[in-house]
């Protein structure tokens, strides 16, 4: 596709329950992030992939969250036993090799845990 | 830990002015600097990348210089336009094994008709 593409958009679950996100990167590039914003703050880093090794995820806050990313295309981000507190807006995005080239984001999934 | 700042947290000026936006950041080792404008429940948008080895980058009526140094950078907006509100997020990467985007809250920027 043209650029990155997240889906759902809007996700609204009950807390405990198990929710996946996905995330479509644009087409070659081999770099993939997954951050987390909540309002009125800036976006937060939580994990990046290069290729389908997840290369850094130290900014997933706990085990409750995991992501996959199999075949070096599109990612999921999983969340285990959701939280109040895990609401917010999660954001994905890639580069062409790394993040010493543009970050282009999608439009995020909107998570509302209730 | 890097951490990024961005003044004003939030601005209203009249259409066709000049505006600038300033992004602060406490670690000088940059890779390089981005600037994104976020539409309100929208994703962002990339403005301009600029590189470490660069002081500059241009993109029509937008602006944005880089002075590593003193860890600043500034988006300057010619001839604003009502088109042109949104929040402006300033992101820096740092490598050295913190492999994400560092970002400030952002400077929401209202352009009145």
């Known amino acids: 596709g043209a650029g990155v593409s997240q889906t759902p958009s809007n996700k609204v679950t009950e807390k405990g329950k198990y929710v996946e996100l996905r995330c479509d990167p644009i087409s070659g590039h081999t770099a993939l992030y997954w951050y987390r914003q909540s309002l009125g703050q800036g976006p937060e880093f939580l994990i990046y992939?290069?290729?389908?090794?997840?290369?850094?995820d130290s900014g997933l806050p706990n085990d409750r969250f995991f992501a996959v990313r199999p075949e070096g295309s599109v990612s999921t981000l999983k969340i285990q036993r959701t939280e109040r507190g895990d609401s917010a807006v999660y954001l994905c995005?890639?580069?062409?090799?790394?993040?010493?080239?543009?970050?282009?984001f999608g439009q995020g999934t909107r998570l509302t845990v209730v | 830990k890097q951490e990024v700042t961005q003044i004003p947290a939030a601005l209203s000026v009249p259409e066709g002015e000049n505006l600038v936006l300033n992004c602060s950041f406490t670690?000088?080792?940059?890779?390089?600097l981005q600037w994104f404008r976020q539409d309100p429940g929208k994703g962002l948008t990339s403005l301009l990348l600029i590189q470490s080895s660069q002081r500059e980058q241009t993109s029509g009526r937008l602006n944005a210089s880089l002075d590593k140094s003193s860890g600043r950078s500034t988006l300057y907006i010619a001839a604003s336009q009502p088109g042109d509100s949104a929040t402006y997020l300033c992101?820096?990467?740092?490598?050295?094994?913190?492999?994400?985007?560092?970002f400030g809250k952002g400077t929401h920027l209202i352009i009145q008709p």
């Open positions: 992101a820096v990467y740092s490598g050295g094994g913190a492999d994400g985007l560092t």
């Open positions: 995005a890639s580069s062409r090799t790394g993040l010493n080239t543009e970050a282009f």
């Open positions: 992939f290069q290729g389908t090794g997840a290369a850094d």
């Open positions: 670690d000088s080792a940059i890779y390089n």
